[in-house]
């Protein structure tokens, strides 16, 4: 076979099981939407019973008057957006669950791998619906957009060029929603950091009025989310999670383990020691807050001393040509004009 041909033969089967993928959604689409048929045609009809049997007088002409704008809808065909909002959601469901019955493949496996499931976890995607959603991502832009590069491309390149074209298409299209995710886990990396010293600090205050561990994270959750908004939500999980049942260290291992971050570690060991032994933390946690804050100087005085170096190139690039034009311009003016008198 040449490699045209297979090539070709590789591209029908995809296409053979995509549409067997749309023809399993389509079925499921059409199912759900049965049934809500289905069910507002009842609740429709036991609505029409009950104002026929108590329809009196001027009631009931007033209920026969409302009664064909009520049935209309659903001959017509027309959706309310709440039924519209409802099957969207059901078709991510759907999704969701069929990529979570194709995690522990083979194919689930490669394609949500322990890398994948890390970066998840670091985007606060800790649920097995999430990977799921991810997983199907991932196949669907595998088969969909080599399946639109090679429609796009067919009539303008051939050969080699055309097998290339559709090979970057499939590689774009099974990296681009973990280029997405690394995008976000790198941005809730350095949200972290940057909240830690806060969080450190909130946990000595609400400490020191007297408050126990629990209610002091508690607190950090409801109240105080728009200044922690990723470590709240970290640890309203770790909250949920100790509440179900596990220990302070089983909660909180999630957290010491998915950013990546030393002082978080410490900070995350440091609670586990006062929920076990209990004792007095307030100075413990303001000397870890000043060591925060000097490393967090030091990182700028570092950020500074590369942006100034970075600035010199700038400046040479923009300002040494205008300081030049200033200051040896009226010089090379008299000098040109010199030597043409001269030349008169």
């Known amino acids: 076979m040449q490699p045209n041909q297979l090539f ?6 995809a296409a053979t099981g995509l549409l067997l993928l749309a023809g399993l959604l389509i079925a499921r689409l059409a199912a759900a939407r049965r049934s809500a048929r289905t069910l ?5 009809e036991r609505a029409l ?3 026929a049997a108590a329809s009196k007088g001027a009631h009931a002409a007033a209920a026969w008057n409302a009664s064909p704008s009520l049935l209309s809808s659903p001959s017509r065909g027309t959706v309310p957006a709440g039924i519209r909002q409802r099957g969207m959601q059901g078709f991510l469901e759907r999704c969701a669950n069929a990529g979570t019955r194709w995690l522990d493949t083979p194919v689930g496996r490669q394609f949500v791998a322990h890398e ?5 976890e670091q985007c606060g995607f800790v649920d097995a ?10 196949v669907a832009g595998a088969v969909v957009l080599p399946l639109v590069a090679g429609t796009l491309a067919h009539a303008q390149v ?11 298409a499939f590689v774009c299209g099974v990296m681009a929603p973990k280029v997405v995710l690394r995008r976000r886990a790198a941005a809730r990396r350095a949200a972290v950091v940057d909240e830690l010293p806060m969080l450190v600090d909130l946990l000595r205050l609400l400490q020191g009025v007297g408050l126990s561990l629990d209610q002091s994270l508690q607190v950090m959750v409801n109240d105080f989310r728009g200044v922690l908004p990723v470590l709240s939500g970290e640890l309203e999980i770790a909250q949920r999670q100790f509440a179900a049942g596990r220990t302070r260290e089983q909660s ?9 971050n030393e002082d978080l570690r410490a900070v995350v060991r440091l609670l586990i020691q006062v929920d076990r032994h209990g004792g007095a933390v307030q100075e413990p946690l303001k000397q870890f807050g000043d060591r925060l804050r000097e490393t967090r100087r030091a990182m700028l005085r570092e950020r500074i001393g590369r942006m100034a170096v970075k600035m010199t190139g700038v400046m040479i690039l923009t300002l040494l040509p205008a300081l030049m034009i200033v200051t040896a311009g009226p010089g090379v003016l008299s000098v040109s004009h010199s030597l043409k008198t001269m030349h008169r």
């Open 116 to 120: 994948d499931r890390r970066l998840l």
């Open 40 to 44: 507002a045609h009842a609740l429709d």
């Open 8 to 13: 070709a033969l590789a591209l029908v089967l």
């Open 129 to 138: 619906r999430a990977r799921g959603l991810f997983l199907i991502a991932r």
């Open 158 to 168: 051939q050969g080699p060029r055309y097998v290339l074209a559709v090979i970057v």
């Open 252 to 260: 909180l291992a999630r957290l010491a383990s998915s950013f990546d």
């Open 49 to 51: 019973h009950s104002a």
